[in-house]
């Protein structure tokens, strides 16, 4: 029974972020590859709206993708804004982190976090790192207990890594010069490198981020996908709308595969499409604020 119910979840996620005639003349060739095993939750905790992946909360990992909700931002932030790079007031986004932490029950002055480059630096997080930001770095990986990792997003990919055998954990921004740049490669590898983790003992979580359904792309982005990818003709993927859509979920699950990560949960959510729990840069042109992924390990 749990396994038809889960089935028919991921089905009605699938289903439910697509219109009909888009996801039928467009995707149902390759659906298959949405295919997925589990199904985000979203969950209200306190004030927090947010959502988390069930591969990791089988393990009771702490983490969360935050929404819009329960924050103090005005419009265009509203109201959860996460960055302070945006437009939004240093103190409506401290209060945001603040409320983002709590129902979690994390300490916001040990979070680590980054200023993101869209490139692919990853920084090995310590215990002399906690409560510090990171300078230009778009991936942060640590086994050090109770130093949650952040990362902010509007439509590039955040991807959540956790090896349950090591205690290990990692969070990477994932956006279309990263995925190029093999972001995810290379956070996986840091991670094996540093933490002695297995590729099959890695779970990998790919989060809400603009799907290949709303992210047309022009000749640089389509010219560097072709060079990064030998399965470019799966990722770039030609809509009824005339354009080439860049499948960046796809993309970065790939990037894994390919090194032996089995464990891999799509949460197969656009952001672009889902503005009223997410911020999108694309869909709302740019104004707009960032969502975080958050995770961490603790001592239990
Ligand atoms: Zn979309």
């Not at 103090?72 to 103190?91: K, Y």
């Not at 709590?102 to 215990?127: E, F, N, Y």
């Not at 130093?147 to 990477?172: K, S, Y």
Request: hydrophobic share 40%.
């Amino acid at each position: 029974m749990g396994g038809v119910s889960i089935i028919l979840q991921a089905i009605r996620n699938r289903n439910r972020y697509y219109s009909p005639s888009e996801f039928q003349s467009s995707f149902a060739p390759i659906s298959t590859l949405w295919y997925n095993r589990f199904a985000m939750q979203r969950k209200i905790q306190g004030a927090l709206t947010c959502y988390t992946f069930d591969s990791l909360d089988r393990y009771n990992i702490i983490h969360a993708i935050s929404t819009r909700h329960g924050g103090i931002s005005p419009a265009p932030f509203e109201t959860l804004n996460l960055s302070r790079h945006v437009g939004d007031t240093p103190t409506n986004v401290e209060e945001n982190i603040r409320r983002l932490h709590i129902p979690l029950g994390l300490d916001v002055t040990t979070t680590v976090d980054a200023s993101q480059a869209q490139a692919d630096c990853i920084a090995t997080v310590g215990a002399e790192h906690r409560g510090t930001r990171i300078k230009d770095v778009d991936a942060l990986i640590t086994n050090v207990p109770n130093i949650p990792l952040l990362l902010r997003f509007a439509d590039c990919v955040p991807i959540l890594f956790f090896d349950p055998v090591q205690r290990a954990i990692g969070v990477a921004h994932a956006g279309w010069r990263g995925t190029v740049m093999q972001i995810a490669t290379k956070t996986a590898q840091a991670i094996f490198d540093t933490y002695g983790t297995r590729p099959h003992d890695l779970i990998a979580c790919i989060a809400p981020s603009i799907g290949p359904c709303c992210y047309r792309v022009g000749d640089q982005v389509i010219a560097r996908a072709r060079d990064a990818f030998q399965n470019a003709d799966e990722l770039l993927i030609s809509l009824t709308d005339g354009g080439i859509h860049f499948d960046l979920w796809q993309a970065n699950a790939s990037q894994l595969r390919a090194l032996g990560v089995e464990q891999i949960e799509m949460a197969n959510i656009c952001t672009a499409h889902h503005t009223v729990d997410f911020y999108s840069w694309r869909a709302e042109k740019s104004k707009t604020g960032r969502f975080g992924a958050i995770i961490a390990i603790t001592n239990d």
